[in-house]
C-alpha cells in the first residue's frame, strides 16, 4: 500500500493490519491499544 495512503475505510479498520510505522507510533503513544490515528 502507498505511504500516503494512512488507513482504509471505517468499515475495515478492525481488519487492518498495522505492519508500518503506525505501530512503533502507537505502542510510544502508551495507552496500549492498537488505535487508528486519522
Do not use: E, I, T
Request: proline share 11%; glycine share 6%; net charge positive.
Amino acid at each position: 500500500m502507498p505511504r500516503n495512503v494512512r488507513h482504509p475505510p471505517l468499515a475495515s479498520c478492525s481488519l487492518w493490519v498495522y505492519n508500518r510505522d503506525d505501530v512503533a507510533l502507537l505502542q510510544r503513544s502508551g495507552d496500549g491499544k492498537l488505535m487508528p490515528l486519522f
